[in-house]
């Protein structure tokens, strides 16, 4: 088989949860439509016909259950992913994600290892209404005891889950339903990248600057990574060299690459799908002014869901989410440019 | 020699949904792919059926991503050698 072939994310999640499996026997997945739809967002399609059903278990609907049956399958040797369908639905099963898989490692002093995956469906902006268009990143984030890892595309899709699967915490795995590369939803052609055959991991921890620039720094994630991607070449035009930082991962956070970045742009735009109080964008901006308040030549500018349930109504909903003018208007602030307002 | 890439003509029920689309390429124009490699999907309703490669060689597509297609339909072809 041929390593050039371009890959959706979808099939990325897939390919490394099946690759694992095979390595793994202790390796399984349960959650709701995971085994005979394939997920509703396929990210475990054809792992049914491959490994049967007690390794690919569909589940009832009752999150407070079967991620509760995940944290006692994990601290009893297994290595569960469990997927949560989607990120909006946590409330009903809260308390197996911060309560147990969160704190049991620390509360057994060590004695007992959580290796277990929640992965779960993020993002907005399909008309899907609030209660399915969150992205909560901060909400899990916030947390004592996760880690919180959240893909742009299909090469670091698939290496982070591997990560993920042979960690021996608990990992919250966040994919972004308009990344997926469905063929019922619009992703960006960038989400979709060359996939190495072979099993690699990508470590947590460590953002990518996946576009180089001088002027300003845009510190983004997800979804948001292709939507500064479409700002920084818009900006190009205007004769503004933008640096794009995708984190790919919320916690363990890399603190130093935004810093470096800073250091020599001295200019900060954050990115977050997420709401704003309270979230990424406000720690990023710490972050980089507890380690010096001098690297920043101009006040930042955060963008993110203003602080509304994400609407219903196509427009509204377009309006509330950051895109690539409202980003290349504040990138054009930071710079006491004109036309910041757009 | 050029094999065609078709899709079979009871690859789905055409009398339930008349067309489907095709989905994802998951070579470029012009890749050499292996015979057997899943080179595109179609999606018929929400259900997606992979494609596979009927030959080794490049690839030509010859109905773009988001093309509608039928059951029988030629999406593109394998020239061989």
Known sequence: MSSNRIMTVSRAISEAIAQEMRADPRVFVMG????KYGGIFGSTAGLLAEFGEERVRDTPISETGFIGAGVGAAMSG????????????????????????????YFSGGHYKVPMVIMTATGGGYSDAGQHSQTLHATFAHLPGLKVVAPSNAYDAKGLMISAIRDDSPVVFMFHKGLQG???????????????????????????????????TIVTLSMMVHRALEAAKALEKEGIDAEVIDLRTLVPLDR????????????????????KSFGLTAEILASVVE????????APRRLAVPDVPIPYSRPMEQFVLPDAETIAAAVRGTLGKAREAA | MA??????????????????????WFF????????GA????????????????PAAGRLHISVAKDGVVKPGAVIGTIEEG
């Open chain 2, 38 to 53: 899943t080179v595109a999907e179609i999606m018929v309703e929400k259900t997606t059926i992979d494609i596979v490669a």
């Open chain 1, 182 to 216: 469905l063929a019922w939803m619009a992703s960006p052609e960038a989400a979709a990248t060359e996939l190495p055959e072979e099993a690699y991991t990508v470590p947590f921890g460590e953002a990518k600057v996946v576009r180089p620039g001088k002027d300003v």
């Open chain 1, 291 to 298: 380690e010096d308040p001098a690297y920043l030549k101009a």
């Open chain 1, 32 to 35: 709701e439509d995971i085994a």
């Open chain 1, 78 to 105: 297994m290595r569960p992913i469990v997927e949560l369908m989607f990120v909006d639905f946590f409330g009903v099963c809260m308390d197996s994600i911060y309560n147990l898989a969160a704190k049991n490692i």
């Open chain 2, 3 to 24: 094999t065609e890439i078709t899709l079979a003509p009871d690859l789905w029920d055409a009398t339930v949904n008349p067309e489907g689309i095709v989905a994802n």
């Open chain 1, 256 to 275: 130093k690459t935004v810093i470096q970045s800073v250091a020599k742009t001295g200019r900060l735009v954050v990115v977050d799908e997420d709401y």
């Open chain 2, 28 to 35: 470029q124009e012009g890749a050499s792919v292996g015979k």
